[in-house]
């Protein structure tokens, strides 16, 4: 049984820190790696994606990717109260369409 | 237009009632996705289908019947459905086939079905 595990939170950071929210998987084939932000009552949202060891930058966010340890983690720079969200990591099951999600990580932000 | 589009937004329904959830995407792309989301469990997908040939069914029970006429439009037919089957049912959309690439398109997702089953 392929799994993605994320600690469920909620993880608590006050406005303007940095929030480290990480991601471990099972299938050491898997080759593509997601992070998405869901809102309370909302579809989620895609926030990065990752294929290769090392960082990715986009604005505010940066996914990190060890595929040795088979861990994945997001950070979030100058966490701002609309940054709270449930995390969602994603891994994809090697050589399929399939994604398999974790329970999610609940980010509070507090000013 | 947004990318992928739900409908209903809410449904409510009966045991032995049948009902459709549509969904329509946008974007160009050529792969579509259901996924039923309930409290507290990860996200569970249902179907895939490719250039509308269905890829995966992941065990789903029969009582789900998924219809894609084309690349653009996926349907999820419901019929006797179980009190256990409330959750949001969100479907997604993504560019491409994954195998072979260097890595799956990303998937994106509609604002999902609210279905209460009494």
């Known amino acids: 049984q392929k799994e993605v595990e994320q600690n469920s939170g909620p993880l608590s950071v006050p406005e303007g820190a940095i929030a480290s929210l990480n991601c471990t998987y099972s299938?050491?084939?898997?080759?593509?790696f997601f992070w998405y932000r869901q809102y309370s009552g909302k579809s989620p949202e895609l926030i990065m994606f990752?294929?290769?060891?090392g960082d990715k930058e986009d604005g505010r966010f940066t996914a990190q990717l060890n595929k040795a340890s088979q861990y994945v983690s997001l950070l979030i720079r100058d966490s701002q109260p609309s940054d709270s969200a449930t995390y969602l990591c994603a891994v994809n099951v090697w050589n399929t369409d399939k994604l398999i999600f974790g329970t999610g990580t609940r980010l509070q932000v507090f000013p | 237009e947004t990318g992928v589009t739900q409908t209903p937004r809410h449904l409510v329904m009966g045991m032995t009632n049948k009902k459709s959830l549509k969904c329509e995407q946008h974007l160009g792309h050529n792969a579509m996705y259901w996924y039923k989301q309930s409290a507290k469990k990860p996200l569970e997908l249902m179907f895939v289908?490719?250039?509308?040939?269905?890829?995966e069914n992941n065990s789903v029970p029969s009582r789900f019947s998924p219809e894609c006429p084309n690349s653009s439009h996926l349907f999820l037919h419901l019929h006797t459905l179980q009190p256990e089957d409330s959750a949001l049912y969100l479907c997604?959309?993504?560019?491409?086939?994954?195998?072979?690439?260097?890595?799956?398109?990303?998937?994106?997702f509609g604002d999902g079905t609210r279905l209460s089953i009494l």
């Open positions: 997604a959309s993504s560019q491409d086939h994954g195998t072979g690439r260097e890595g799956n398109q990303p998937q994106h």
């Open positions: 990752i294929y290769s060891n």
């Open positions: 299938d050491r084939g898997s080759q593509s």
């Open positions: 289908y490719n250039f509308k040939e269905q890829t």
